[in-house]
């Protein structure tokens, strides 16, 4: 979750920067090609992780322990933008 976070910081800096050096006329229309490229590989990578993530979720689990410590994890994972492992 954390690096979710960090991940949305790092797709809104360039983007911030772009804005803010166009307008002062510090950079090029062209310049933006260079965010576009690393947004979308950006997005690939998520996309490939993705079935990774998925697949640990759909995950049988015999012990009803582990379980119930793997589901909580999972709701953790995907509800708490802060999450507390406790």
């Known amino acids: 979750m954390y690096g ?3 991940q949305i910081l790092l797709f809104l800096v360039p983007w911030a920067v772009y804005i803010i050096g166009l307008s002062q006329r510090r950079l090029a229309q062209g310049e933006v090609t260079i965010i576009f490229i690393l947004s979308i590989v ?3 990578v998520n996309l490939l992780l993705k079935k990774d993530e998925e697949a ?3 995950m049988q689990v015999e012990d009803p322990e582990l379980r119930s410590e793997r589901d909580k994890v999972v709701k953790t994972w995907m ?3 802060w999450p507390d492992w406790r």
């Open 4 to 6: 979710a976070l960090a």
């Open 42 to 44: 950006t997005f690939l």
């Open 56 to 58: 640990a979720r759909a």
């Open 79 to 81: 509800h708490k933008a």
